[in-house]
């Protein structure tokens, strides 16, 4: 209750100082997340140790931890993104009593933490992840890449790819290699405000790229 209230403190001094979040009073974010402007954070959203870049925004229901996501990126309902933590799984046993000092409850049942039970999440920028999705932990997601509704994320995803399934597998690629690269070089999430409004009136978000 205390984090949510402290919460709700920041986000008022944010929302005052900028005007560039957007955030239902259900959403919540804690002091370590960082946002760069003009995003929205739906209902029941959570943040943990995360940074938003511009215009990337957070469906009902997501939760993002321990997360890079880049800019102009779509996260769907419900989505799962790190946090999620690793198990050993060639040692005798999986549980974290034997590799991790993070309870009390367990003390002196692990000598020293020797596993890494969680890696950051890197989401580029103009990614499109579905509705009920789950990213497993140190995974990369390049650039233009879009995940499928329900998949679960095991691998790294390349640029522009399209992936989806349990555990998520390649669909298709969006453009011709030739056009993706285009569009990786091209950079344009790294447009200025004024250029990229520019861009639209002369039509370059509306119509298809071949």
Known sequence: M????????????FLKRTLQ?????????????????ANILAKNVEVLSSTLGKFSYLN???????????????????????GLGRHPTSRRSTHRMFYSTAKDI????????NYLESESVEIGCDVWIGARSIVLDGVRIGDGAIVAAGS???????????????????????????VEMKLVNEAWWDLSDEDLKRAVQLGKFSMEIE
């Open 21 to 37: 979040l957007r955030c239902h009073w259900t959403a919540y974010a804690d002091s370590s997340s960082r946002f760069e402007g």
């Open 2 to 13: 205390l984090n949510r209230i402290a919460w709700l403190i920041r986000y008022s001094f």
């Open 152 to 178: 679960v994320v095991t691998e790294n995803v390349d640029p522009y790819a399209i992936v989806g399934g349990v555990p998520a597998k390649l669909i298709r690629r969006r453009f011709s290699p030739e």
């Open 60 to 82: 009902y229901g997501s939760i993002v931890s321990n997360c890079n996501v880049g800019r102009f990126s779509c996260i769907g309902p419900k989505v799962i993104i790190g």
């Open 106 to 113: 367990w003390a002196g049942y692990c000598g020293a933490e």
